[in-house]
């Protein structure tokens, strides 16, 4: 670390939660004014017990509770189950963490970070893997965005809308009971304010609270009308917290399913709306018609809009239709910042979340206690402030905002002269919710945690079987009730019936039209011209792969990057990890590997076939092409094996998957790049918590 870094704020420790926090650490301040009075300032880790960042000395702290990860290990590397069962990997991992939970945060790391840059400066917070305000867009990369999207905010969302109907239905009698009570009481007493900011102070202080006014039910068995009892969408309860109650063999992996198909979803409706698809007007079909011979093209995405407008009398060429261009232009050129604040409304809702039920190793009092902090002069206030009194408030701000602006504009610019980045300093990561992670800088620490203890998370087990379709086991932390109240004043045998499985319902819509404008058939001749075309694709595939390995021989670095992008049928194949991983480098056969009992630790990648059998552990006699040392890693990209077009291919014709690549790139600038990596985003992860660096997503 930079000999003249300034002192900064002692930080909180998961040793705090036994304490009362520091009042240093409870005040909405910001940890360091670094990025104001000293922008241009450099401070570069080494290792990870720099401790650089808050993430970076959680997971060098010695933990209260203690899981696998977090006691000592003799070996240089200990194996905790990679590429094991779920049921032979010990549990917990991390203390105080379900290792369902654990999965389920580093499975929607990997989605989330694609390319990572190390940060010099100080980072907002006091915790990495912030989004660049520079970030790269690309169409997948809005799409993994709209799915956590939904994930975090929708499902959210969706969680309070149904607390509510349950409340208003008064299904729930004592409790809807109580609620108007109070409510009425303190509007008769002019305490409504006074109300609100009491019980959300309660809920913050005093967690319990939560659950006794908001009782839990799975989300998909709350009907949003009736707040009643209601089968769940997937006709069976599968899981109790997706909005379809959908089955699933992981903790999760129904709502990211579900987030998957919502984009899906949309992008159909969009499409079919774009090729004028009217089932309505449509005259009956028959063997042999046309429409009888012809796939439906709903599936392809905007030539056939443009087929549609030519078939109509359109003109679908540029030529005659002067707008296509510039609006086409405008909508992308705005995807970018549309990304980045999907991207930043899914941070803040995660932060709050994690501010109100902390995750291990963070702090777990603290930052409800600050909360609650700041919404206690809001509740001293609103007991003395009427509301004559606060509608002159707002009634003057208003006028204000709307007449000041001379006055606005030079206080602005004399701020923006004297104390630039002056907003940095303001903004919620920095003060109300300092120190608090999103999902993704908390899954980083948790790998980070592993790795301070040479001990590497074994990634999230797969399951290639389909869940089952049955019935979750509910208990009270699922589905409860207040008091005497029965759970969504339902009887034991309507809640069975609702659980049981039903294979009807997945398919049950509004009425004849949504089924007519839903389906999608090729008809009896369109699927076999679809299976000749599938079955020609696969042919061409092949006959692809083949050249590459002729135009590899020839000296094409192209080709050569894309051998062994498309892996064996046989899964043992790509078994590989913790320490050594199964790659290619310009073409050759080899493994990437991780050395850290050396003086220096160091990724390498080495064509010893003998690392298969012995590994590469305490080994002299390996002679990698390339070394690069951790501490030097200044950025790392994920890459395709294939392109975007050709992965599609890939995926429909042959129905394999793609073993893409990554990119390492040090501080001098110089890349190396691996391909056909089976567990690419397990090395990824590896290295991006092994080291000090300070990330920074892009």
């Not at 929607?108 to 990495?128: C, M, S, W």
């Amino acid at each position: 670390m930079s000999s003249s870094e300034e002192p900064r704020q002692p930080r909180p420790t998961s040793g705090d939660n036994a304490i009362l926090p520091k009042l240093v650490d409870v005040l909405p301040i910001p940890p360091t004014t670094q990025p104001v009075s000293e922008p241009e300032k450099h401070e570069m880790a080494t290792t990870i017990t720099d401790e650089p960042t808050l993430s970076h000395a959680l997971a060098t702290d010695d933990h209260e509770e203690k899981g696998l990860a977090q006691q000592e290990h003799d070996e240089e590397v200990a194996d905790l189950g990679w590429n094991e069962k779920k049921e032979q990997i010990s549990a917990p991992l991390v203390g105080g963490l379900d290792n369902e939970d654990l999965w389920l945060l580093v499975r929607r790391f990997n989605k989330q970070i694609y390319h990572v840059k190390e940060v010099p400066t100080a980072v907002p917070g006091d915790l990495d893997l912030n989004i660049a305000d520079e970030e790269e867009f690309s169409p997948d990369k809005l799409r993994a965005n709209i799915e956590r999207f939904y994930m975090t905010v929708v499902v959210g969302l969706l969680a309070a809308v149904k607390h509510i109907v349950r409340l208003r239905s008064w299904r729930e009698t004592r409790r809807t009971a109580c609620f108007c009570t109070a409510y009425f009481v303190a509007w008769v007493l002019d305490l409504i304010v006074p109300l609100l900011t009491l019980t959300l102070i309660t809920m913050l202080v005093y967690p319990r609270s939560r659950e006794v006014l908001f009782p839990p039910a799975p989300l998909a068995m709350v009907d949003s009308k009736t707040g009643g009892v209601q089968k769940p969408k997937a006709g069976v309860l599968g899981s109790t917290e997706s909005a379809t109650g959908a089955p699933q063999n992981f903790k999760g992996e129904a709502v990211e399913q579900e987030a998957s198909n919502f984009v899906n979803g949309f992008t159909s409706i969009v499409v079919t709306s774009a090729t004028g698809k009217n089932p309505q007007a449509e005259p009956p079909s028959e063997d042999g018609s046309p429409d009888d011979s012809i796939p439906d093209p709903t599936r392809v995405t905007a030539a056939a809009a443009e087929a549609k407008d030519i078939a109509a009398g359109g003109k679908a060429s540029p030529k005659h239709d002067k707008t296509k261009v510039p609006v086409e232009t405008a909508m992308w050129t705005k995807m970018r910042p549309i990304m980045h604040g999907i991207a930043d409304v899914s941070d803040t809702w995660e932060r709050f979340a994690n501010a109100l039920s902390p995750t291990s190793p963070f702090p777990r009092d603290l930052y409800r206690i600050r909360l609650a902090a700041l919404l206690l002069p809001l509740f001293l206030i609103s007991l003395f402030v009427t509301s004559y009194m606060f509608t002159k408030g707002v009634t003057f701000g208003v006028g204000f905002g709307f007449f000041g602006d001379p006055l606005i504009s030079r206080g602005m610019t004399w701020l923006n002269r004297t104390f630039p980045h002056w907003q940095k300093l303001l903004e919620l990561r920095n003060t109300i919710l300092k120190g608090v992670p999103t999902n993704a800088q908390l899954a980083i620490t948790l790998l980070r945690i592993g790795e301070a203890n040479k001990a590497p998370l074994p990634p999230p087990p797969s399951i290639n079987e389909p869940p089952p379709e049955r019935p979750v086991d509910i208990t009270d932390a699922e589905l409860r009730a207040t008091g005497a109240d029965a759970p969504l004043n339902a009887t034991d045998e309507e809640l069975r019936e609702a659980m049981e499985h039903d294979p009807k319902t997945a398919h049950e819509t509004g009425g004849a039209d949504i089924d007519a404008a839903k389906k999608t058939k090729h008809g009896k001749h369109g699927s076999k011209i679809l299976s000749f075309f599938k079955g020609t694709t696969k042919g061409a595939v092949k006959t692809a792969i083949g050249t590459d390995h002729a135009r590899a021989k020839a000296g094409s670095n192209h080709a050569r990057n894309r051998l062994g992008a498309i892996p064996t049928k046989d899964a043992a194949d790509l078994v590989s990890g913790p320490v050594d991983f199964k790659a290619r480098y310009k073409g050759k056969k080899g493994h990437v590997y991780i050395t850290t009992k050396s003086t220096i630790p160091a990724v390498s990648f080495s064509t010893d076939q003998t690392i298969e059998k012995i590994g590469s552990q305490q080994r002299e006699d390996l002679h990698p092409l390339w070394t690069i040392a951790i501490n030097e890693i200044a950025e790392m990209k994920k890459v395709g094996g294939y392109g975007w077009k050709a992965k599609i291919v890939v995926g429909w014709s042959l129905g394999r998957e793609v073993a893409d690549g990554l990119e390492i790139t040090d501080r001098t600038g110089n890349t190396s790049r691996v391909t056909a990596l089976p567990m690419r985003d397990e090395l990824f992860n590896r290295l991006v918590a092994i080291g000090g660096q300070k990330w920074e997503a892009w």
